[in-house]
């Protein structure tokens, strides 16, 4: 598997540990991703135990400025969805840092 982990690899990953087709696994995610995001657009929160909990969170209208330009600009009022890693995944990744770290000494 590649470093990132896409559709396509969730999806033969799921049919070598189900022993399904590829046909049949990868509806199965594109399903699994549609119901996430319909979650998220209607309750503004989708909790997956043991992995997050995703957030819509709010942004108001404000007053930005072009970098290059230096004008001024009015952004926008706009949700963007935000990512909280349950406990399990944060310690699963110090576990994951403390052990690259020995392994620079070792």
């Known amino acids: 598997m590649s470093d990132t982990l896409i559709r396509?690899?969730?999806a033969e990953?799921?049919?070598e540990e189900m022993g399904l087709s590829f046909s049949k696994a990868l509806p199965l995610i594109d399903l699994l991703f549609d119901q996430m995001i319909e979650g998220i657009v209607r309750d503004?929160?989708?909790t997956l135990p043991h992995f997050g909990t995703f957030r819509v969170l709010s942004k108001k209208e404000r007053?930005?400025?072009n970098?290059?330009?230096k004008k001024v600009a009015t952004i926008s009022a706009r949700k963007r969805v935000s990512f909280k890693a349950?406990?399990?995944v944060k310690l699963s990744l110090e576990i994951q840092i403390k052990e690259s770290d020995r392994s620079r000494y070792f």
């Open 8 to 10: 396509r690899s969730l």
């Open 13 to 15: 990953h799921i049919s």
């Open 44 to 46: 503004e929160r989708l």
């Open 63 to 65: 007053l930005g400025r």
């Open 67 to 69: 970098p290059r330009t």
């Open 86 to 88: 349950s406990q399990k």
